[in-house]
């Protein structure tokens, strides 16, 4: 009953943004942004299987190191390029949203469990894993200004692409280690419901 419940919860609060932004509340809704993270946070724990104390202290090593990243990056120009975070991501530490490191680690566990389902090398996977957190960052980047998320100066740096491939496949590598596994279909619903948010804004602007 939890994964039909968090997948119906995911997609009606993504589609209810879709719907709400495309009529015209905009501001209304992107500055829930951290309230619809929190949820796909909350339900990640309640469905993922976060049943080890292993499991947890890989989320908050992947949580950890986006954090480190993040910082680095907005506040020394290093690994993404320059950039700063607008208002619509929640509290900062630094200039650096909490919520920011919570998705790295999120998006890494729900990458890993969807590529580690695929029928490849495992090498192959980690791949694969790395470059689904590189394809949704990718889109986010699409959208990101204008919804007050992050603006880059200028045009977004290839090594942007490079370190979130590096630090993707870092962490899908970790838990890839550590034999971590997860809830598929939940994980694949949690994925599809944010990459369709992000690719229906990059053509439709607003």
């Given at each position: 009953?939890?994964?039909?419940?968090?997948?119906f919860l995911?997609?009606?609060?993504?589609v209810?943004?879709?719907?709400?932004?495309?009529?015209?509340?905009k501001?209304w809704f992107?500055?829930?942004?951290?309230?619809?993270?929190?949820?796909?946070l909350f339900?990640?724990?309640?469905v993922?299987?976060?049943?080890?104390?292993?499991?947890v202290?890989?989320?908050?090593?992947c949580?950890?190191m986006g954090?480190f990243a993040?910082?680095?990056?907005?506040?020394?120009?290093?690994?993404f390029g320059?950039?700063?975070?607008?208002?619509n991501?929640g509290?900062?530490?630094?200039?650096?949203?909490?919520?920011?490191?919570?998705?790295w680690?999120?998006?890494?566990?729900?990458?890993?469990?969807?590529?580690?389902k695929?029928?490849f090398?495992?090498y192959?996977?980690?791949?694969?894993?790395?470059?689904?957190?590189?394809?949704?960052?990718?889109?986010m980047?699409l959208n990101?200004?204008?919804?007050?998320?992050?603006?880059?100066?200028?045009?977004?740096?290839?090594?942007?692409?490079?370190?979130w491939?590096v630090?993707g496949?870092?962490?899908?590598?970790?838990l890839?280690?550590?034999k971590?596994?997860g809830d598929?279909?939940f994980s694949?619903?949690?994925y599809?419901?944010?990459?369709v948010?992000?690719?229906y804004?990059?053509?439709?602007?607003v």
């Amino acid at each position: 009953m939890k994964r039909p419940l968090a997948i119906f919860l995911i997609w009606l609060f993504h589609v209810s943004a879709i719907i709400g932004v495309t009529i015209g509340h905009k501001d209304w809704f992107l500055s829930k942004t951290p309230m619809n993270l929190s949820l796909s946070l909350f339900l990640f724990f309640w469905v993922f299987s976060m049943d080890s104390i292993k499991k947890v202290l890989l989320f908050a090593l992947c949580f950890a190191m986006g954090m480190f990243a993040e910082r680095a990056g907005v506040n020394y120009q290093l690994l993404f390029g320059a950039y700063t975070y607008g208002a619509n991501f929640g509290p900062q530490l630094d200039g650096v949203p909490w919520l920011i490191g919570c998705f790295w680690a999120l998006l890494a566990f729900v990458s890993f469990t969807i590529a580690q389902k695929l029928p490849f090398h495992n090498y192959v996977k980690l791949v694969v894993g790395a470059v689904l957190m590189v394809l949704l960052d990718y889109l986010m980047e699409l959208n990101a200004p204008n919804f007050a998320f992050w603006e880059f100066e200028g045009t977004v740096p290839l090594k942007n692409y490079v370190t979130w491939f590096v630090l993707g496949f870092i962490m899908q590598l970790l838990l890839w280690l550590n034999k971590v596994d997860g809830d598929k279909i939940f994980s694949l619903n949690l994925y599809t419901a944010q990459f369709v948010f992000f690719l229906y804004f990059a053509f439709v602007r607003v």
